[in-house]
């Protein structure tokens, strides 16, 4: 394992592995759901690469290749300023960005990747680029979702954005019957009707051995304005309620599925389609009660979804970037934990069978008259989600020749295959 502490270091680091045909394998931040290591070989681990600096006149924000979002957060706050990131504070920029990036200002500014300006790449030979819409284009393109598959990117420049100095979010908790409500107010947030202030995720939980909706809840606005526009979700009882002002910066989860390193995971990582069908929902909170009265050990399992305004990051094209999971949808994440070694085989195969069918529904709802010709063209997976190893064409859908076609020229030894093979022939 080698740290490097800049641009340089990398281009020196990856020149030398080029030349001495040696493996690789690249650590961000570490928070990565597909497990990319390797036994034999070198990892570089860019960890010691964290800096974060703003500049409040341009209101850009540039970042290095391992920095993670609280750092992020912290810095643009001082400057009334946010850019749009994770949920999760310990979640880098890198792998989040080049692969998508869904957050509370999603509904707003889009993706992140949309929000990245330019980047430096350090390819496999050791170069180092600049890319941006004005230089190396292709390259800039290829990035913004298929960031990994290219190189090393050591540093990001992100469009920030005005934020109130306090923001209205928390988390909620309700009993599984109180879910067609839940539903509701998804369907009213991710609608056109939203103008970017309000943002939702809601997942299921069994931990306390009764099915559970959690639910967590933004607005970039007053606490009177919040409350009148999520009214409906408040004149429903709650078992929990966190919901208050704070700056922008703890506007965040502590961590995401349990943490531990005694847990068995896989993850899958899907999307609805909106307005969302409550009979639908009903049937995924079934599926994970049927998982948990058949194996206990799995409590821990989460069924997780964002619900951002989708329409801000559908004024681009699918194809304007290498990001395919545009549409008129939000993300759902499936994430099976358990301990025993003798249940993987079931929870495993559990993932797998709700996977199949959330991919099934989205087939049946994006053929749906009137459907717009974004969502059509959605892969239906978000990619910074999928644990299941799914093919590169089945991940870029309508992006995936051109992806081949610039990996050949950017990366034509496949050196960085580890999180998506492009050139596998799949």
Request: glycine residues 8%; negative net charge.
């Amino acid at each position: 394992v080698i740290y490097p502490v800049s641009t340089q270091d990398v281009s020196n680091i990856l020149s030398f592995a080029h030349a001495n045909s040696i493996e690789l394998a690249v650590c961000g931040a570490g928070h990565n759901h597909r497990g990319n290591s390797i036994d034999d070989g070198l990892i570089v681990d860019l960890r010691k690469m964290t800096g974060v600096s703003v500049n409040p006149l341009s209101k850009r924000v540039t970042t290095e290749g391992a920095t993670v979002w609280g750092s992020v957060y912290e810095a643009a706050e001082r400057h009334g300023l946010a850019v749009v990131g994770g949920l999760i504070p310990s979640v880098g920029v890198g792998g989040f960005t080049l692969n998508g990036g869904l957050g509370w200002l999603t509904s707003a500014h889009g993706v992140a990747l949309d929000n990245l300006i330019e980047a430096d790449v350090v390819l496999a030979d050791g170069r180092i680029l600049t890319c941006s819409k004005k230089e190396n284009e292709d390259l800039f393109w290829a990035i913004r979702g298929a960031g990994s598959a290219f190189g090393i990117v050591t540093r990001f420049v992100f469009q920030a954005h005005e934020i109130n100095a306090k923001v209205w979010t928390g988390m909620m908790m309700f009993e599984s019957r109180h879910l067609k409500g839940v539903v509701d107010m998804v369907n009213k947030v991710t609608s056109e009707g939203n103008d970017g202030t309000a943002s939702m995720a809601f997942a299921f939980f069994a931990r306390s051995g009764e099915l559970e909706v959690h639910v967590l809840v933004f607005y970039n606005g007053s606490e009177e304005e919040a409350k009148t526009y999520f009214a409906p979700l408040l004149e429903l009882p709650r078992k929990v309620d966190l919901v208050q002002m704070v700056p922008f910066s703890q506007a965040i989860m502590p961590h995401g599925s349990a943490p531990g390193r005694q847990w068995r995971k896989v993850t899958a990582g899907s999307c609805l389609i909106v307005p969302l069908d409550h009979s639908f929902i009903q049937s995924l909170m079934d599926d994970l009660e049927e998982l948990v009265t058949k194996i206990p050990d799995a409590l821990e399992t989460i069924i997780a979804c964002e619900m951002h305004n989708p329409y801000p990051a559908m004024r681009k094209k699918q194809t304007s970037t290498a990001f395919p999971f545009r549409g008129r949808h939000g993300s759902i994440q499936l994430m099976p934990t358990w301990t025993q070694e003798e249940n993987d085989e079931a929870c495993w195969a559990w993932c797998r069978k709700v996977d199949t069918k959330l991919a099934k529904e989205f087939q049946r709802r994006k053929n749906e008259e009137g459907m717009d010709e974004t969502t059509r063209n959605s892969v239906g997976t978000y990619i910074n989600y999928d644990g299941l190893h799914k093919s590169p064409k089945a991940l870029y859908g309508v992006n995936y020749e051109r992806l081949v076609e610039l990996k050949k020229k950017y990366d034509p030894g496949n050196v960085f295959k580890r999180f998506v093979d492009l050139l596998s022939g799949e």
